[in-house]
């Protein structure tokens, strides 16, 4: 390929979506439970929280998918994110998780660092990592 050819470069991820069915329920989960600082919210439509360098958006898709100024979407069944903590606060994770309810499914010991899975109310797999695991 010629540098002509060559795509822009791509930064980053500035956003990532997931879908909700209860924005209340996912307030609490997201803002009380993980907490992480809400940047946005609209009654029964979406509420965003910022997390490091992104935001999360959180959305119930019956009303994104019908939209006029922006392109429609949403998505069923269960999503994934991974979010990142530091390494002397991952054990600190699991046990405030296991305190409220929330079980660990999986931990799994990666090459570069380790995480664990569980689910927000939705069923969305949510994974906790103590160090970026992939490679540069």
Same mark, same amino acid.
């Given at each position: 390929?010629?540098?002509?050819?060559?795509?822009?470069?791509?930064?980053?991820?500035?956003?990532?979506?997931?879908?909700?069915?209860?924005?209340? +329920?996912?307030?609490?989960?997201? =803002?009380?439970?993980?907490?992480?600082?809400?940047?946005?919210?609209?009654?029964? !439509? #979406?509420? *965003?929280? !910022?997390? =490091?360098?992104?935001?999360?958006?959180?959305?119930?898709?019956?009303?994104?998918?019908?939209?006029?100024?922006?392109?429609? #979407?949403?998505?069923?069944?269960?999503?994934?994110?991974?979010?990142?903590?530091?390494? =002397? &606060?991952?054990? !600190?994770?699991?046990?405030?998780? +296991?305190?409220? =309810?929330?079980?660990?499914? #999986?931990?799994?010991?990666? &090459? +570069?660092?380790?995480? *664990?899975?569980? +689910?927000?109310?939705?069923?969305?797999?949510?994974?906790?990592?103590?160090?970026?695991?992939?490679?540069?």
């Amino acid at each position: 390929m010629s540098a002509s050819e060559e795509a822009p470069r791509i930064t980053g991820v500035l956003e990532t979506a997931l879908y909700v069915s209860d924005i209340d +329920r996912a307030e609490q989960f997201y =803002g009380g439970l993980l907490g992480l600082r809400q940047v946005g919210k609209e009654r029964e !439509r #979406h509420v *965003f929280f !910022r997390v =490091g360098a992104g935001v999360l958006l959180l959305f119930r898709a019956a009303s994104t998918r019908v939209t006029a100024s922006l392109p429609p #979407h949403g998505a069923d069944g269960p999503g994934h994110v991974c979010l990142t903590t530091d390494p =002397g &606060d991952y054990e !600190r994770w699991k046990e405030r998780l +296991r305190d409220r =309810g929330v079980a660990i499914e #999986h931990e799994t010991l990666w &090459d +570069r660092g380790r995480s *664990f899975y569980f +689910r927000d109310p939705d069923g969305n797999v949510l994974e906790v990592a103590n160090a970026d695991i992939w490679p540069r």
